[in-house]
């Protein structure tokens, strides 16, 4: 296999932007620690170690309080490092799982008791070798009460996903928008045809995340992104999460500084009540509910 692979930043910048209390990462990862939690043998990519120890004095330089911790696809459907996170968190972060959908109910329960309240289902080939419909429908059936799925797509499937996330018979997150291209501006292809999926449930929800992913061209300070985003935020704002993305699993040509990424925030969510709405009331209804 590869060289491991550092994706993140060495030395993020301390934010300008102050975060309101209690605010929520809600979209980050762990990667092994390697010696304890082997990678997956189906991994795409081999990360350095990147632990809960880094991830949480991270939350504290940016000045957040809480993380959601999202399985990420080296660890494949053994979620145990994403569990040994959760729980050395001191009840400051909550986890979305990848798991098998022949899982059992006893063992979504213990996913539940370790802070589990999603499951991830992933659409981009480059990450995963398949991507069951059929059965992620019927596992989605069976999740404990409360729990969401999460789904990872591009743009360029957005059409065809549109029955099966019909179908989908609990609340839906949709991550990083579903990739759209940000250069098309607020009201191009990407974005109206993101708005229908938001327009045709009540219960479909969006990270408005990743300037660094989306907004390549234009790179930081992301302005694209900015101009594209912030009409979605402002116009479904009960809908919308926020998450750094740390260790930016893949991001080895241009890793952002995650000090940037928080600098970000007010330019997609300017009023304080937007704010709040977006780090605080919007992911504590989805993960700290119970
Ligand atoms: C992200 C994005 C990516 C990777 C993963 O689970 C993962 O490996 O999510 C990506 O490469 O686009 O949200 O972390």
Redesign the pocket.
């Known amino acids: 296999m590869a060289d491991r692979i550092v994706s993140w930043h060495a030395s993020p910048s301390k934010p300008r932007y102050t975060p309101p209390p209690g605010a929520i990462d809600a979209?980050c990862?762990v990667f092994g620690p390697m010696a304890r939690f082997p990678f997956s043998a189906k991994a795409k990519y081999l990360p350095e170690d990147a632990g809960p120890d880094m991830l949480f004095a991270l939350r504290d330089h940016l000045g957040f309080s809480r993380n959601v911790i999202v399985q990420?696809?080296?660890h494949g459907t053994d979620n145990a490092a994403t569990l040994d996170a959760i729980a050395r968190s001191q009840g400051r972060a909550r986890g979305v799982a990848v798991v098998d959908p022949a899982i059992g109910a006893d063992e979504l329960a213990a996913l539940h008791a370790g802070g589990i309240r999603g499951v991830r289902f992933?659409f981009?080939q480059r990450?995963v070798d398949d991507a069951p419909k059929d059965r992620f429908l019927e596992v989605a059936g069976r999740l404990p009460a409360g729990w969401h799925a999460v789904i990872?797509f591009e743009a360029d499937i957005l059409a065809e996903l549109r029955p099966f996330i019909a179908a989908i018979p609990v609340p839906v997150v949709v991550?990083?928008m579903g990739r759209p291209d940000v250069g098309q501006g607020p009201h191009g292809p990407d974005m109206t045809a993101f708005r229908a999926l938001l327009d045709s449930r009540p219960d479909i929800w969006f990270k408005a995340t990743c300037p660094d992913?989306l907004d390549i061209a234009g790179g930081d300070p992301w302005d694209a992104f900015a101009t594209a985003v912030a009409p979605l935020v402002a116009d479904y704002p009960d809908r919308a999460l926020w998450g750094t993305?740390w260790p930016h699993?893949?991001m080895e040509q241009a890793i952002p500084d995650d000090g940037h990424l928080v600098d970000m925030i007010p330019r997609i969510a300017p009023t304080a009540e937007l704010q709040r709405k977006l780090l605080v009331d919007n992911p504590e209804r989805l993960y700290w509910a119970d």
């Open positions: 979209h990862h990420a696809s080296c992933n981009l990450l990872y991550d990083h992913r993305d699993p893949n």
